[in-house]
């Protein structure tokens, strides 16, 4: 994956910038400060504050705002969003590599379906919510109306609105918007896999299952990596498309911390709190950020 | 074990071609069957809600709300398109997602183009850190932002205008937009450069008449890339836009989902008009997109 570091077409050197070269990336760095450094740091300094959106002023509490936290939604809450983030990473991913492996072959109209199984993820995340709660419409939804003619069920589900489908319902349209992506990083990588190690293989008797375990997975074991590291860390902080669905209910069942930050911000004006359940959310984020740098780290070293 | 049916024509052409040939493609019936269920069962996964939404836009009312719902449609209607064109409320949240998106467009091929020239062009102490945190500063999330986000927007009397949206957008397109134009413009020859230099062009003056005109699909991509980051965005618009100046995510959001009684049919082809200038951009953008999405990974 050259293209995580490019330095091909440059000499090593560089040209001689001084002044100019650091002008050059002021408006950028002040954008990134402006809207990302400085509400990070200060989101996360308000979980030791008592502060509303609503009335100025704040005072200090210290850990009073994290103690609360854990002592009541914190467990929930990193349950489903593990629940939510594992199962938004790892049902994709054997779809988009099954997808991958299949188009990978020489079959007919592949063309045609690598470009038109973008779609699900090409579509605003937004759109994917609608389309899933119409989908599951407990009165007039076509998931009701399929399972029921095949005997799978006996009556209409409420699937968005009942504690105990809201979730899978939640994850099978995350399932949908991005499966196509990892579907497409994977059969990248499986572009790259030498013809030469699979037709070495093959004279040396391996079968079909032999050859997938020891050539193609090993040569893709860094873009497996970066593809199931990456949309962990999207999944994680993933928003829109619970807060549209189910809005983090039936009875909190889909909640996750960033539902949670934000209803806690901006419907109940509490900051300190929301900067609490953030704090702790960041920490967790942080082990998979440093996870997926080593990784690009690693990449990026010939 | 007879040869499986393998009866190649002969070979006309005096240099025989270079095949590449994949090593699933001389495969048992095993594996082609195997990869056709995999299509069949995944593949339907993808594209049947496609098919969903595209058939109930185009279905009457009376037929929509029926249970069980008909799989083929028998009446076609374009009613809920023409429904769409007459709301004017949805129109203004069409125009307010079209300045959001182009101006954060234009703003962020400008800002990123220089960020990336810095970065390709020069070296100097803290480039790579400052690379870094370009890189990282996707992986912060967005509710967390906002939470102090919003109230200095509100500061600075910000909030319910474009400004804050295009400020945040543009911000949230630097990392795949840098990483991507430093990837085009490693690839233009220093020597190019410091011959400009030589014949007393001035740095400023390098970028706009040598680099700009080599780099225009790169330009391009990463403008279509923000385009789009403006047009899908959720949170932010509904956060900091207010009524006036949301866009169509959350305008359609609270349109429709707001009601007792959702207008399924008006929503989905709704949902079609907003996915469609995505998809017309990626279209445009495809072959810069596979790079663009590993290096500066990230997604829409």
Same mark, same amino acid.
């Given at each position: 994956m050259s293209t995580v570091a490019p330095r091909r077409g440059t000499p090593g050197q560089g040209l001689s910038g001084g002044v100019f070269a650091v002008l050059l990336v002021l408006p950028g760095l002040a954008l990134l400060a402006a809207v990302v450094l400085?509400?990070?740091?200060?989101?996360?300094?308000?979980?030791?504050?008592?502060?509303?959106?609503?009335?100025?002023?704040?005072?200090?509490?210290?850990?009073?705002?994290?103690?609360?936290?854990?002592?009541?939604?914190?467990?929930?809450?990193?349950?489903?969003?593990?629940?939510f983030t594992v199962g938004t990473t790892l049902v994709p991913f054997v779809i988009g590599f099954g997808l991958a492996l299949a188009l990978n072959t020489r079959i007919r109209g592949r063309g045609f379906l690598r470009g038109a199984l973008l779609l699900p993820w090409l579509v605003p995340a937004v759109v994917t919510s609608f389309l899933w709660m119409w989908i599951f419409n407990a009165n007039y939804g076509v998931a009701n109306g399929v399972l029921e003619t095949l005997g799978v069920i006996d009556e209409?589900?409420?699937?968005?609105?009942?504690?105990?489908?809201?979730?899978?319902?939640? @994850? @099978?349209?995350?399932?949908?918007?991005?499966?196509?992506?990892?579907?497409?990083?994977?059969?990248?990588?499986?572009?790259?896999?030498?013809?030469?190690?699979?037709?070495?293989?093959?004279?040396?008797?391996?079968?079909?299952?032999?050859?997938?375990?020891?050539?193609?997975?090993?040569?893709l074991r860094g873009i497996i990596g970066l593809v199931v590291l990456l949309e962990l860390i999207w999944n994680f902080q993933h928003f829109d498309t619970i807060y549209v669905m189910t809005g983090g209910g039936p009875a909190g069942t889909t909640e996750t911390f960033a539902v949670a930050v934000y209803d806690t911000f901006y419907k109940g004006h509490d900051l300190g709190r929301a900067g609490a359940i953030g704090l702790l959310w960041m920490v967790l984020l942080l082990v998979l950020v440093v996870g997926y740098l080593r990784v690009v780290d690693r990449e990026e070293k010939p | 074990m007879t040869a499986t049916v393998e009866a190649p024509p002969a070979p006309v052409e005096v240099e025989p071609r270079p095949r590449r040939r994949s090593p699933l493609d001389r495969e048992r019936p095993g594996v082609r069957v195997a990869a056709w269920a995999t299509i069949v069962v995944f593949g339907g996964f993808g594209l049947l809600p496609v098919y969903w939404m595209l058939t109930t836009a185009l279905t009457p009312d009376g037929k929509v709300f029926a249970y069980p719902p008909a799989l083929f449609p028998t009446d076609v209607t374009f009613e809920h398109f023409a429904a769409l064109a007459g709301n004017s409320q949805l129109f203004g949240y069409l125009v307010n997602s079209a300045i959001v998106s182009s101006v954060t467009a234009v703003l962020s091929v400008v800002v990123s183009a220089y960020m990336a020239y810095s970065f390709s062009k020069f070296r100097y102490r803290g480039r790579r850190s400052l690379m870094y945190l370009v890189l990282s500063s996707q992986m912060f999330p967005q509710a967390l932002l906002l939470v102090t986000l919003y109230a200095l927007f509100d500061a600075?009397?910000?909030?319910?205008?474009y400004t804050a949206l295009v400020l945040s957008f543009t911000t949230f397109t630097l990392p795949l937009c840098v990483w991507m134009l430093k990837g085009f413009f490693d690839t233009i020859p220093d020597s190019l450069i410091e011959a400009?230099?030589?014949?007393?062009?001035?740095?400023?003056?390098?970028?706009?008449?040598?680099?700009?005109?080599?780099s225009g699909?790169?330009?391009i991509a990463a403008g279509l890339f923000a385009f789009v980051r403006g047009w899908n965005d959720f949170i932010f618009a509904l956060t900091l836009a207010g009524p006036d100046k949301q866009t169509l995510p959350p305008g359609l959001t609270n349109t429709y989902l707001g009601e007792a009684q959702?207008?399924?049919?008006?929503?989905?082809?709704?949902?079609?008009?907003?996915?469609?200038?995505?998809?017309?951009?990626?279209?445009?953008?495809?072959?810069?997109?596979?790079?663009?999405?590993?290096?500066?990974?990230?997604?829409?």
């Open positions: 400085y509400p990070l740091v200060s989101s996360l300094v308000t979980a030791f504050f008592e502060q509303s959106l609503v009335a100025p002023g704040r005072s200090f509490v210290g850990f009073d705002n994290l103690a609360a936290v854990l002592d009541s939604d914190f467990l929930p809450l990193l349950r489903q969003t593990l629940v209409p589900e409420a699937w968005l609105s009942s504690p105990g489908t809201a979730m899978a319902a939640v @994850i @099978i349209a995350k399932t949908w918007a991005s499966f196509p992506w990892m579907m497409v990083m994977l059969l990248a990588g499986l572009q790259t896999v030498p013809p030469e190690l699979h037709e070495a293989a093959q004279v040396d008797g391996a079968g079909t299952v032999r050859r997938f375990r020891s050539v193609t997975v090993p040569h | 600075y009397d910000l909030l319910n205008t400009a230099r030589i014949d007393g062009a001035s740095q400023l003056r390098i970028i706009h008449s040598v680099i700009v005109p080599l699909p790169g330009l959702t207008a399924w049919p008006e929503l989905m082809a709704a949902s079609l008009v907003v996915s469609l200038p995505v998809v017309v951009a990626f279209i445009a953008l495809q072959r810069f997109l596979v790079g663009g999405i590993t290096a500066g990974a990230v997604k829409g």
